[in-house]
């Protein structure tokens, strides 16, 4: 980890400059998209997490490891769909049970054996006895902070700080707020992410601060017995990629326990990626309740929650309703069986973590050697560069990495055939089982002509 950047600002805005320009020629026909969505599509795309500066790129085909964009660009994906592509693009054997399973019929709103199959999967790789699925991560997330809330008779909902839940009402609170509305670190103000959010339910979700447990604590006891649950992301995935310190996802369990509340994981990003059993395995702490999404998949819409007997029991006993005409879709539930069972195995994981470790390795010794401010973490399929001398702990921190630094990484990676996420610096990057060394060593070269340039 380098003390701190000795990058000159002049030289740093000349080099954004240079690649903006780049950028900008190799995109003309996503150029041209953008300006003819723009009058059907709000806003020129699908949803707002997709309207990103300086334009949207349009995407053509995804296969193995690769995308290739609507001017035939042909990149490394490290974006993969927000991290929901683990299994890669074009999958043969997702291609083959997803094709198999759409001429037998895509949908019933009954059951297949397939939701039993995949049940009994879930149930050992996340150590949590009952399931139920639904469509996306906010359903997931939407479901579990209704049961804790009907579990517990309590309204309070706590959520960390800087952390993305999907976008529902409930949660929707302090995701990315900006650093002169969220008040003093000691009581951080719940500040709504979008208009529309009814302050009744704004004031419902109290926000804390990641991998402090005196603030939980604290904010524990202010609110006694109001307090329904909190909802983890156990390594925050939004705000760049942030580990739990050692004993903090246990100190959480047991502190909310202690207060008559429950923990729910919300491994919509982590799970199946950090490591084979998601968060659950990498840091031995298993909530009371679990969100899945994304990877799970295999890249069709997906979405589950797990819990314990006890708490799962209130919807097997029909006290919540759960449901949902798309939950247990045969065509989710093929591909899903299909992506635990034969290809998101253990080995999997033994791959994520050497290429994982060339990309840390190779970051970290470009950072070094450039004098840039900053320090790659890596887990599993999971990785990021963070341009920040000292470790971020929790998004207070995360606010002061540098957004000029990401930038210039996500374009130079761009414009050298590297396909990155959108939003700069709160984005990490998504490996693939495609994933070859070449690939994960084209991100390093990229990474290195980076520091060079900036350091020259
Ligand atoms: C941690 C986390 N939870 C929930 C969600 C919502 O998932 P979805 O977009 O599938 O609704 C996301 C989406 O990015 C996420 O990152």
Known sequence: MSATSTI???????????????????????????ERARRSLAGGVASSWQDTEPHPIYLAE??????????????????????????????????????????????????????????????KRFGLPL?????????????????????????????????YHGHHDALMVSVAPPADKIGPYDDPVSVPQTL??????????????????????????RYKGQVAGMIVEPAMMNAGFVLPEEGYLQGVKDLLHEHGALLVFDEVKTGATLSYGGAVEAFGVTPDLLCL?????????????????????WIADGKIDQVGTFNG???????????????????????????????????????ESNGLAGYTTVLGARGAVTYRAE????????????????????????????????????????????HSEEDVRRYVDNFEYLGKALSA
């Open 293 to 313: 999404a994304k990877s799970v998949g295999g890249g069709l819409p997906c979405g589950a929650i797990g819990g314990t007997d006890e708490v799962m029991g």
């Open 391 to 434: 470790r971020v702990r929790n998004y207070r921190d995360y606010l002061e990495v540098s957004d000029q630094l990401a930038y210039v990484n996500w374009l130079a990676q761009f414009n050298r055939g590297v396909f990155m996420a959108p939003w700069g610096k709160s984005e990490n990057w998504t490996l693939s089982v495609q």
């Open 196 to 221: 529309g959010l009814p302050a009744d339910y704004v004031k419902l979700t109290r926000v804390v601060p990641f991998n402090d447990l005196e603030a939980l604590e604290r904010t524990l006891n």
């Open 8 to 34: 000159d600002p002049a030289r740093l805005a000349s080099v954004i400059e240079a690649e903006e320009a780049t950028f900008n020629e190799r995109h003309k026909h996503s150029r041209e998209m953008t």
């Open 62 to 123: 995804g296969h193995g490891s690769k995308v290739i964009d609507v001017d035939g660009n042909e990149y490394v994906d490290f974006h993969n769909g927000y991290g929901a592509m683990a299994v890669g693009h074009a999958h043969p054997r997702i291609a083959e049970v997803v094709s198999e399973r759409v001429r037998l019929g895509t949908h019933f709103a009954q059951p297949t054996e397939d939701s039993i199959a995949v049940a009994e999967h879930l149930q």
């Open 329 to 367: 879709n045969p065509l989710t539930m093929a591909a899903m069986h299909a992506t635990l069972t034969e290809i998101l195995v253990p080995d999997a994981y033994t791959e994520f973590s050497r290429l994982g470790e060339i990309l840390r390795e190779g970051c970290d010794g470009v950072i």
């Open 131 to 163: 399931w139920r699925f639904g469509n996306s991560g906010t359903e997931s997330t939407l479901d579990a902070v209704r049961l804790a809330r009907a579990y517990t008779g309590r309204d309070v909902l706590f959520k960390i700080e800087g952390s």
